[in-house]
């Protein structure tokens, strides 16, 4: 089932997921789960499966997402090979997915959860679109339920309890279009852009000098974070990231550049405000002249260790992986943070993220049956609490 998910590409942009939720649909049906499609706009899909339904006990949401990161040339081929599965969102998020519709046939199999448990397959994630979760929740809430866990890419040697917040903005110079052989009285747009681009930048490396002075309160956490992340993960997920995404702009070689639009993504620690970088961007813009459009922004958000559903979890991966796993805050963002914006208590536990994005991205199989006992476990641990 793995395999045919990531023979349907599904990549945002544009955002199509149509042939993805397709495949689901299609192993809902024969695993006998109750799937509802919403279609809020072509090739937007959002998928609401009923894995047990309860009119007591807790109510447990699962989410995952169908769109993947676009690929730079011919999409990746999907296939297996020595114990991992190739293809483009192997691990962001189509092995995530897999394991859940596993677990949910399995749970649904057995038919005795104390509660109720629903798994919701997105569009729109990579992009934080309206479409997706944000969509789902506004045109039903109930789906918050009380507890939600998330198979995004983490390691399953970390329980992901918290998330920087994000700040995605344009920056936009007009100019005029001049012959570039002759006389101007202004540089290009694009120089002029690019010249703002390494400002923000430079300042954004002395806000994280300023950061970095502070110690670290939990070292082993530190320790943890960077063996499953990678070395310096846990200094970034105090510092803000700065990505120049796309820059647009000129006409010809031989011509001055009369504009250049630049796109920017900030990842935010919860020591800094969102709308501190906002300010930040908005001072050096009107600077030099050019104008600050924000695409989009949400502040860092966290989930208390002590919650059941965290529980539930850190017992369930120490059950099968033999080690305890640490709380820790991811690099990115995911879905789980609109349930935490929600007042809801969410976790990320998934594969590792070593290749994502990658063009040559796999998951491992083993990995993927190990999440699928720690999703099964985690889910009755919970559900059974709330009776």
Same mark, same amino acid.
């Given at each position: ?8 590409p #599904?990549? $945002?942009?544009?955002g ?24 809020p ?12 339904? *309860?009119?007591?006990?807790? +109510?447990?949401?699962? $989410?995952?997402?169908?769109?993947? !990161?676009?690929?730079?040339?011919? !999409?990746?081929? %999907?296939? #297996? ?8 969102? %192997? /691990? ?23 509660g *109720? ?10 992009? !934080? ?13 109930g ?23 994000f ?9 005029q279009?001049l ?21 923000? +930048? ?8 300023r ?19 990678g070395?310096?993960? *846990?200094g970034?997920?105090?510092?803000? #990231? ?6 647009? &702009?000129?006409?010809?070689? $031989?011509?001055?550049?009369? #504009? ?17 970088i ?9 600077? %030099?002249?050019?104008? /600050?459009?924000?695409?989009g ?13 965290v ?22 963002c ?13 976790c990320?536990i ?6 994502? &994005? ?19 476990? *985690? ?9």
């Amino acid at each position: 089932m793995l395999l045919q998910l990531l023979a349907a590409p #599904s990549p $945002n942009p544009p955002g199509d997921v149509a042939a993805a939720a397709d495949v689901v649909v299609r192993y809902c049906q024969a695993a006998g789960l109750p799937c509802v499609v919403h279609r809020p706009a072509a090739g937007r899909r959002n998928l609401v499966i009923e894995v047990a339904r *309860s009119d007591r006990g807790r +109510h447990l949401v699962w $989410n995952g997402h169908l769109d993947t !990161f676009p690929a730079a040339g011919e !999409f990746p081929r %999907a296939y #297996s090979e020595q114990g991992r599965v190739y293809g483009r969102g %192997a /691990v962001d998020m189509k092995g995530g997915v897999a394991a859940f519709l596993v677990a949910a046939r399995q749970l649904h199999e057995q038919g005795d959860l104390p509660g *109720s448990l629903t798994l919701t397959l997105v569009c729109e994630e990579e992009t !934080f679109g309206p479409l997706g979760a944000r969509g789902l929740l506004a045109r039903a809430p109930g789906l918050l339920g009380d507890a939600l866990v998330s198979t995004e890419p983490s390691s399953l040697g970390l329980v992901r309890v918290a998330e920087r917040g994000f700040l995605w903005v344009k920056l936009r110079f007009l100019g005029q279009s001049l012959h570039s052989a002759y006389p101007s009285q202004t540089e290009g747009a694009i120089l002029r852009m690019a010249a703002l681009v390494r400002r923000v +930048h430079d300042l954004v490396g002395e806000l994280n000098t300023r950061l970095a002075a502070v110690p670290s309160s939990d070292l082993a956490t530190d320790e943890a974070v960077d063996k499953h992340l990678g070395a310096g993960a *846990s200094g970034i997920t105090r510092s803000v #990231s700065l990505n120049v995404g796309t820059v647009h &702009g000129g006409n010809a070689v $031989n011509l001055q550049p009369s #504009s250049c639009e630049v796109t920017l993504d900030f990842r935010i620690p919860k020591t800094v405000e969102v709308e501190d970088i906002v300010a930040l961007v908005a001072a050096e813009a009107e600077r %030099a002249a050019a104008t /600050v459009e924000v695409l989009g922004r949400g502040p860092a958000n966290e989930t208390d260790g002590g919650e059941a559903i965290v529980t539930a979890v850190v017992d369930a991966v120490t059950g099968h992986t033999g080690a305890r796993p640490p709380l820790s805050t991811g690099l990115g963002c995911t879905d789980a943070r609109l349930w935490r914006y929600g007042g809801v208590p969410a976790c990320v536990i998934g594969p590792s993220p070593a290749t994502m &994005g990658a063009e040559s991205e796999f998951v491992q199989l083993a990995e993927l049956e190990t999440l699928v006992g720690i999703l099964k476990d *985690s889910a009755r641990a919970f559900l059974l609490e709330g009776q």
